[in-house]
Nanobody
Framework: QVQLVESGGGLVQPGGSLRLSCAAS????????MSWFRQAPGKERESVAA????????TYADSVKGRFTISRDNSKKMLYLQMNSLKPDDTAVYFC????????WGQGTQVTVSS
């Protein structure tokens, strides 16, 4: 059974930091490109960051470059997103995504940036 379980979301003040985690199981994690997406109320889901299967290559949306860092630990089947200098516009539900021969999604974790 494939599972992607996100955690680490919450309420944080502008300028603060959060670290999201995604625990994967049920598929060959190390063979999949992993990504973080987010969806704000009334908006389409958008890609935030992606990392290659081996972890050597990363890409970021312009809106988060220099503030967010995606990483993975293939030995633990874990994906991470370190989010620094958070802004109110970062408020969204954040989803973990696995893309390979098929695509899998997590259930999402809420991130709210507000004073």
């Amino acid at each position: 059974q494939v599972q992607l379980v996100e955690s680490g979301g919450g309420l944080v003040q502008p300028g603060g930091s959060l670290r999201l985690s995604c625990a994967a199981s049920g598929f060959t994690f190390s063979s999949y490109i992993m990504s973080w997406f987010r969806q704000a109320p009334g908006k389409e889901r958008e890609s935030v960051a992606a990392i290659s299967s081996g972890g050597a290559s990363t890409t970021y949306a312009d809106s988060v470059k220099g503030r967010f860092t995606i990483s993975r630990d293939n030995s633990k089947k874990m994906l991470y997103l370190q989010m620094n200098s958070l802004k109110p516009d970062d408020t969204a539900v954040y989803f973990c995504n696995a893309r390979g021969s098929v695509q899998y999604w997590g259930q999402g974790t809420q991130v709210t940036v507000s004073s």
